[in-house]
């Protein structure tokens, strides 16, 4: 089983700033991310949304973990109902008018052996968050 975490990385035309506001806003955050009833930069914020197949959906309970305005927020992700806790990191470096963004999702091994748990649908999924949705986000115009 394999326990390294999963790492993307990105770089966007937008400076960093506008990434912080993207992830911590939950107008922003809905956009782009998922539908969320509240959310708040705050070590100890627990939000909650649902998420997954199409056929089905899981309850994804998380709580703020670590905050560095501007620069990285941490939170844990796991499953109403289910084994496994795991964590996000989304880490933000400025570029000049650029900002690389780098999001870690560690202990996903913690979750079930479930195809819906497999590490390739958190590779898919964060593929298509950071590198197709955010990126449309933030450089629109």
């Known amino acids: 089983m394999?326990?390294?975490?999963f790492v993307i990385e990105r770089i966007f035309n937008a400076p960093a700033e506008k990434v912080w506001q993207a992830i911590t806003d939950r107008d922003k955050m809905e956009q782009w991310y998922f539908?969320?009833?509240?959310f708040k930069p705050e070590v100890g914020?627990?939000?909650r949304f649902s998420g997954g197949?199409?056929?089905r959906s899981y309850l994804h309970i998380c709580v703020v973990t670590e905050v560095v305005p501007g620069e990285k927020l941490t939170h844990s992700w796991?499953?109403?109902g289910y084994a496994g806790q795991s964590y996000?990191?989304?880490e933000l470096f400025p570029e000049g008018d650029k900002t690389k963004v780098r999001l870690t999702h560690t202990g996903l091994e913690t979750f079930p052996e479930d195809p819906d748990f497999a590490r390739t649908n958190f590779a898919m999924g964060?593929?298509?968050i950071v590198g197709t949705s955010l990126a449309e986000y933030l450089e629109k115009e």
């Open 2 to 5: 394999e326990t390294a975490p």
């Open 53 to 55: 197949p199409e056929d």
């Open 126 to 128: 964060w593929t298509h």
């Open 88 to 90: 996000v990191t989304w």
């Open 45 to 47: 914020f627990e939000f």
């Open 78 to 80: 796991r499953y109403d």
């Open 35 to 38: 539908k969320l009833e509240a």
